[in-house]
């Protein structure tokens, strides 16, 4: 499985970005997929997540204002990101999960909020 993640850059505070991650490869037997990102300094964080089936996991400072969707067609995960805040800046990472447990990360995209 190959993960490709895109959509990151520059936006001002309160502003949005839909970061986009594509799925190649064995992808029928991925059954869990999430955002991380790892702000300068600090750990990688879990952002949202897809828990089983439909339900969702979202970082508790982003609820209400990120939304994580997959997309079986494109088989593309999506981070819809609204309400921009300086520390939202960081550099994001799409995972997928196995059912086997077997773990894959994309490359990470960087997104910068800053006037």
């Known amino acids: 499985v190959q993960l490709q993640a895109s959509g990151g850059g520059l936006v001002q505070p309160g502003g949005s970005l839909r970061l986009a991650c594509a799925a190649s490869?064995?992808?029928?037997?991925?059954?869990?997929a999430a955002w991380y990102r790892q702000a300068p300094g600090k750990q990688r964080e879990l952002v949202a997540a897809?828990?089983?089936?439909?339900?969702?996991l979202y970082e508790e400072a982003v609820k209400g204002r990120f939304t994580i969707s997959w997309d079986s067609e494109k088989k593309t995960l999506y981070l819809q990101m609204t309400s921009l805040r300086p520390e939202d800046t960081a550099v994001y990472y799409c995972?997928?999960?196995?059912?086997?447990?077997?773990?894959?990360w994309g490359q990470g995209t960087l997104v910068t909020v800053s006037s």
């Open positions: 490869g064995s992808t029928s037997t991925l059954n869990l």
């Open positions: 897809f828990t089983g089936g439909d339900n969702t």
């Open positions: 995972n997928a999960k196995k059912i086997t447990g077997q773990e894959y």
